[in-house]
């Protein structure tokens, strides 16, 4: 693991995350799926590293920030749950439409699911252009759109 990986792994399972975890279980009936721990790790930490924030920002808004990132969260998922997942594909490259008939399974959430809210929640608190930059940074489909949806999810 690289050190940004020891970092995101120590935020993930420290007791602070994990109580909003708990809660959001509880709230809004969400599942995660332990397995997914060590494969998005190295994900998680890339992401962390894009998005510029230090350790102790991130830190702060799971201890101090706790209600703040939680309401986010419920916000952000009452928003998108159940909405479809649009991909974007250069043109000439779109799948066949066999391709888009599979059924996949829902394993729940990886972990690492509030990291990745909590570092839209503070980027989207700094302003908008970080969190577009961000976005697009990270490939996110129709990013600029996506941002003004994170944007309308804060309190």
Do not use: H
Request: with cysteine; net charge negative.
């Amino acid at each position: 693991m690289s050190t940004s990986s020891d970092v995101v792994s120590g935020v993930v399972n420290s007791e602070a995350y994990q109580n909003i975890v708990s809660q959001l279980k509880k709230d809004v009936g969400i599942t995660i799926c332990e397995e997914l721990s060590e494969l998005f790790c190295d994900f998680d930490a890339a992401a962390f590293d894009r998005s510029g924030l230090s350790i102790e920002e991130l830190k702060a808004v799971f201890e101090a920030g706790s209600d703040e990132i939680r309401d986010y969260s419920i916000r952000k998922y009452k928003a998108l749950d159940g909405a479809s997942e649009e991909q974007e594909y250069p043109v000439g490259e779109e799948p066949d439409e066999e391709d888009d008939e599979f059924e996949s399974e829902n394993l729940g959430y990886a972990p690492g699911f509030l990291l990745a809210n909590a570092i839209e929640f503070l980027l989207a608190k700094k302003g908008g252009r970080y969190l577009e930059k961000y976005l697009k940074e990270s490939r996110v489909p129709k990013a600029g759109e996506y941002a003004k949806q994170v944007l309308s999810f804060i309190g």
